[in-house]
């Protein structure tokens, strides 16, 4: 099995390493709402994906000293990427943007890179998994350190037309111990009628550094109400999510746009 070699194993160990030296980011906006299922760009094709989030009832102050507001905010990236290998793809946010939030009109919040680790073809199989990271350069307003990253482990399950799917999220910004960091996992439920269509129910968590979660009326959680649909133009995902803690915006919605820029795969 791919993933099983050697070199790739000794990557995302070090990688994990260098994450997992440094403690979280205070959760302030992001510009990606979505659980990792495992599934990746085919070999030689690039995917552009577009992604737009909307707060009309948010949090009216900000996380840290001049970070954007979440309340009335709409933000969002264009995710670049492009499949290496079966198992292997890379991908670029850029730009991350803000296009409006209370008391803000549009800026530039930064970049990412990302490069994610999967089982090939994970529709295929019973059990599927992955590991994905991600390493963010930020303006201030954006997030509190200039340099942030993400270790997003990826498993799950198919049971016919059910998929089930867990992503434990750990967020860092470099700058302490393993006590530092942050817990921001992610969920999903997800039921496929058929190839075009499917509904979910998904779960956002925010609880805080490992060495002392927050109190759970100051914790981040949102549950979703999701629906997918795929087609030969555009594949579209689109939901609604509800915080349930004081910590969490009160009502958030999210559209995902995303389509194959070549059809024919390109061979080096």
Known sequence: MP??????????????FVLALA????????????????????????????????????????????????????????????????????????????????????SIDGFKIRELFVRPHADRHTLFYGLNFEFSFNYGYWESRTESGEMRPIVGVNLHNWELVYNPIVDTD????????????????????NNTWSLAAEEFDGFGPFNGFATLHNQFHEVWAMVDHNSNLVDVEAGVGVGVTAGSDRLTLKLMLS?????????F
């Open 3 to 16: 993933l099983s070699c050697k070199p790739l194993l000794c990557a995302c160990a070090a990688i994990f």
């Open 23 to 106: 403690p979280a980011k205070a959760r302030a906006q992001t510009d990606e709402i979505q659980v990792y299922d495992a599934t990746i760009a085919r070999r030689g094709i690039f995917n552009v994906t577009l992604h737009n989030n909307f707060t009309p009832i948010g949090r009216t102050t900000p996380a840290y000293p001049g970070a954007i507001i979440p309340n009335h905010s709409w933000n969002g990236g264009v995710e670049w990427a492009y499949g290496v290998k079966t198992w292997w793809e890379q991908g670029l946010y850029l730009p991350i943007y803000t296009a409006y939030s209370d008391g803000r009109g549009g």
């Open 174 to 193: 470099y700058t302490g111990g393993l006590g530092g960091l942050q817990y921001n996992p992610g969920g999903m439920v997800k039921y496929n009628f």
């Open 259 to 267: 389509r194959d820029l070549n059809k024919t795969p390109i061979r």
